[in-house]
């Protein structure tokens, strides 16, 4: 364990209770038709539209990059061309990996949500719609896509590179989705806010 693994932890942790100190912590509750108008609000559409977006262009160059690399290995070296671009392909894996977990997290939430709805209040009118099962399959879909994603980072490249670079798009990725989705900005005080970003930004840097 070296000394930028110490301090990195340090930040690590640093970040994340500074992050959990300021967030909102009122207790909400949301039905079906509440999550599905949070979808449909300019900021989530916005959200989605760029996650999207960017997620294409980075399949897009992973995709390109990763068929060179494969090349590469049935010759048995490593191309001039492939050499030039291999240190943006080792982080493209746990990017993508990292984006799609965040959007897991996203809709683990709600479909506690909606499974506490359920469990604990006896309210059972949100199974009979499709929306409440396409939510969980999405939730599905996102986990298994984050594992895929990355497992092919670590099938090619190192994990002490593989890791920190899909905690970062994690935690970044999924703190900008609740903040869009859920509001969470919306009423916590200018003192919070900073804080809140402050945590982040120590956690992404650690």
């Given amino acids: 364990l070296g000394c930028r693994d110490i301090i990195g932890t340090f930040f690590v942790v640093a970040g994340v209770v500074g992050t959990a100190f300021a967030a909102d912590k009122s207790k909400k509750e949301y039905t079906l038709d509440c999550l599905l108008d949070l979808y449909q609000r300019p ?16 399949y897009t160059i992973q995709r390109k990059l990763g068929k060179m690399r494969r090349r590469c290995e049935e010759e048995g070296e490593l191309s001039p061309e492939y050499v030039r671009w291999m240190k943006l392909h080792s982080v493209l894996p746990p990017t993508l990996s990292g984006l799609v977990g965040a ?59 593989m890791v920190p670079v899909f905690q970062c798009w994690l935690i970044s990725g999924a703190v900008l989705g609740g903040a869009v989705y859920f509001e969470d900005f919306k009423y916590l005080p200018m003192q919070n806010k900073l804080i809140f970003a402050g945590g982040v930004g120590v956690t992404v840097v650690g």
């Fill in 43 to 58: 900021n989530m559409l916005i959200y989605a539209g760029g996650f999207f977006g960017l997620f294409v262009v980075l």
């Fill in 103 to 161: 959007q897991s997290i996203l809709f683990a939430k709600c479909t506690m949500e909606l499974l506490k709805k359920a469990f604990f209040f006896q309210e059972y009118e949100h199974f009979e719609h499709v929306a409440t099962y396409a939510i969980i399959l999405a939730m599905f879909f996102c986990v298994f896509s984050q594992l895929h994603w990355l497992a092919v980072g670590l099938h090619d490249f190192d994990a002490v590179l």
